[in-house]
């Protein structure tokens, strides 16, 4: 191979390389201060099941004060509390009413989220929810046909990066937190690199048959 051409092809391939798809960003590690389950809070849903007894169950709201009336056991204090504490003194509580009926007492929380979605808005998740069950509850994302990328909005102006298979429940998620999702499609994350790619490719391809034909004569 004629050194021009040699040094030629060198360089379409350094090229290539330099404008290729670059790999996705790998996300960092939750902080461990977000890595709390849920207490109640003011603004939470409380939903309770109770067994055979529709009159009892429902949904009731904590108020500001940090306390909810509940059904056929009043006003009681039920801020700080973790599901399974406040399951477990539901359970206690309604056992000296009703013998050996199944109680199930869930957070309901409301959390915004925005963005790339069809219907931005205010959706109500438990702890088992996940980003992808939000996401799909708000309509999915406007024209992806790849992973979202999803960011937590702290009531603090913090953002912290979350994976589509996150767990809402393994996080300290509070008021005023909301979930914006940005579109991540293919065609966004590389049209750039694919016009580059097409443009550079082009131009190589120009050179690489005028040194050819130089070297065949």
């Not at 960092?28 to 207490?39: F, S, V």
């Amino acid at each position: 191979m004629p050194p021009m051409l040699r040094r030629s092809a060198l360089v379409a391939s350094a090229l290539l390389i330099a404008c290729g798809p670059s790999r996705p960003r790998p996300i960092a590690p939750l902080p461990a201060a977000m890595l709390e389950p849920w207490t109640t809070q003011p603004g939470d849903q409380i939903r309770i099941s109770v067994w055979r007894e529709p009159e009892l169950s429902g949904e009731v709201f904590v108020q500001n004060d940090g306390t909810a009336i509940i059904p056929a056991l009043g006003r009681m204090k039920v801020a700080g509390l973790t599901g399974d504490s406040l399951n477990s003194l539901l359970v206690a509580m309604y056992r000296t009413r009703i013998v050996g009926t199944p109680v199930d007492a869930r957070l309901i929380r409301p959390l915004p989220i925005f963005g790339s979605v069809r219907s931005p808005g205010v959706y109500p998740v438990d702890p088992t929810s996940t980003t992808i069950q939000l996401i799909a509850r708000a309509g999915g994302t406007v024209g992806a046909e790849g992973v979202p990328r999803v960011k937590l909005l702290r009531y603090d102006g913090t953002e912290v990066e979350l994976t589509v298979e996150q767990s809402l429940g393994a996080l300290n998620i509070r008021s005023g937190d909301a979930i914006f999702v940005q579109d991540q499609s293919w065609w966004i994350r590389n049209q750039r690199q694919v016009t580059t790619v097409a443009a550079v490719s082009t131009i190589i391809a120009s050179v690489v048959s005028i040194v050819f034909l130089i070297g065949q004569q």
